[in-house]
């Protein structure tokens, strides 16, 4: 049956002279949006994917109509969200050592809140040893469920490094499941190995 | 293919958004929405598409009913559930959204038969052939002293001054701001939107219609919907609406009100039928 439904984009273009209409796109998107953030900033995904559509919404006349899906475009904006929370994090923490007191927030940073979410996962922990730049587009892919060409348009990298970090990432997790024992995985090194 | 299958499996054993926290996100959204809009509606039109004076108009030129006010009859026995303001649903593509309520203050509600009898029309004693057994016994005058509508006593409407003056329409007092928001607690809404009739009609984002007709309310074209809401507006899956179209040249005045089910409508439907003879317009 044909989805006769209008697209983000016609939302969106709507939504600049009929602004509420803008939540339709809210409704569709804020899910996935969550689930991205719940890997990267954890127990602040709540706050962080209310943000996201705070700040799409007053940049919603920049948006490009020719995208049908505001998929690629809001987890753009939750991807650099999520690198601000953390840098923020980061000065936080870099100012409590200068004063000498033990870092507070550490356990809310990173992409590491896969660890949370899974924590007697092998497959969680194969994830987390990826380097960052294979992860990312990896778990976009299978975890957000984005295409290779939105996760192109998301982490703004050509399609082909796409295809190449991903596929370099697959196969890192397979020589790493593989080589996982069966039982919680203590024994390979797992999530502590560099 | 087996790593990936196996992230997704992760991925779908996460725990969702908390409800609560992401209820209060749609909100937030909304009120940011619909405060843009307030202030784009607020805004002077470059070029005034009408002279700006109309409550002196209607004063000094006298106000067009859209059709001849009924008698006085019987107090209005609606006693119906409270239901959502911000029905109007969207119009054409360039109007002005209808969840928001008229920014400008609209004049206070007046008493029963405050009206002043000289600028009503002289046909004004002739019943309509079709006239309801309700009574609208106090009026007011909204959409910047354009309009105004009689509605049954007991009703509340905000004071004059407030935002939804003479916009929306409670059968119980109700906080005008939660109404703006969303809140279900505005019974009705009265609103003067741009664009033809017909613009209307086929552009329900979000609705099924399952009735129209033409009923012979006013002496324009008066088109009367039902409508159910699929969940991909404004509105939850299933909540039904009545709207009244009525064209001015132009603008379109449109009535409406919504509830959970049909028969709340229905007992509904002939207040309604009378606020809409009841209207009077300044169309200069």
Redesign the interface.
């Known amino acids: 049956m044909a989805d006769d ?2 697209t983000d984009a016609e939302l969106i273009v ?2 600049t ?8 796109v ?2 569709r998107h ?2 996935a949006i ?2 991205f953030l ?2 990267r900033v954890g127990r602040r ?2 706050d962080v ?2 943000e996201v ?2 700040v799409a ?2 940049q919603r006349d920049r948006y490009d109509p020719s995208f049908p899906s505001a998929r690629p475009w809001l987890f753009g904006i939750a991807s650099r969200l999520a690198k601000q929370q953390h840098r923020e994090e980061a000065r936080t923490d870099e100012l409590v050592a200068r004063i000498g007191s033990e870092p507070t927030h550490r356990e809310d940073l990173g992409p590491d809140r ?1 660890a949370e ?2 924590p007697s ?1 092998p ?2 922990r ?2 987390l040893e990826l380097p960052p730049r294979d992860r990312d587009p ?2 976009l ?5 984005l295409s290779y060409e939105e996760v192109a348009h998301v982490l703004d990298v050509p399609l082909g490094t796409v295809r190449s970090r991903i596929h370099r990432a ?1 196969q890192q ?2 020589s790493r ?1 593989t080589s996982e024992p069966d039982t919680d995985g203590s024994a390979s090194g797992g999530a502590t190995h560099g | 293919m ?3 299958r ?6 779908q ?6 409800p609560e ?2 209820a ?3 909100h ?3 009120q ?3 405060h ?2 307030a202030e784009s509606t607020a805004r002077p039109e470059p070029e005034p598409a009408r002279p700006a004076r109309w409550v002196d108009r209607i004063a000094t030129a006298g106000r067009r009913w859209l059709r001849p006010a009924p008698a006085a009859g019987l107090a209005a026995a609606a006693a119906v559930g409270l239901v959502g303001a911000g029905v109007l649903l ?1 119009g054409p ?5 209808p ?1 928001l309520a008229d920014p400008d203050p609209a004049p206070e509600a007046t008493d029963p038969g405050a009206t002043d009898p000289g600028i009503e029309d002289p046909e004004a004693d002739t019943p309509a052939p079709d006239e309801p057994d309700v009574e609208l016994a106090a009026s007011c005058e909204g959409a910047d002293g354009r309009l105004s509508v009689d509605y049954p006593d007991g009703w509340f409407t905000p004071e004059e001054g407030e935002p939804g003056a003479c916009r929306f329409f409670g059968e119980d007092e109700f906080d005008v701001d939660a109404a703006v928001g969303g809140a279900p607690l505005a019974t009705l809404e009265i609103a003067i939107e741009p664009g033809e009739l017909d613009g209307f009609l086929g552009d329900e ?2 609705f099924d219609e399952q009735e129209r007709d033409e009923p012979d309310l006013t002496d324009h074209r008066t088109v009367r919907q039902r409508l159910e809401s699929t969940g ?3 509105l939850p899956d299933g909540v039904l609406v009545e709207r009244y179209l009525v064209d001015l040249d132009g603008d379109t005045l449109i009535v409406s009100t919504q509830a959970d089910d049909s028969a709340t409508l229905d007992d509904r439907r002939e207040v309604l039928d009378a606020m809409v003879r009841s209207i009077g317009i300044d169309d200069g």
Do not use: I
Request: hydrophobic share 40%; proline share 7%; no cysteine.
């Open positions: 439904r209008p709507a939504s002279t009929d602004p509420p209409r803008f939540a339709v809210f409704d804020y899910d969550h689930r719940s890997t995904a709540d994917a209310a559509f705070k919404f007053e896969l979410l899974a996962s497959v969680a194969a994830v990896l778990l892919h299978a975890w957000d469920d697959r997790l397979r499941l | 087996d790593e990936l196996q992230v997704r499996e992760l991925a054993d996460a725990p969702g958004p908390d926290r992401k209060r996100a749609r937030e959204l909304l940011l929405a619909q843009e809009q969207s593509a360039d109007g002005p959204s969840e984002r979000g991909e507006a404004m």
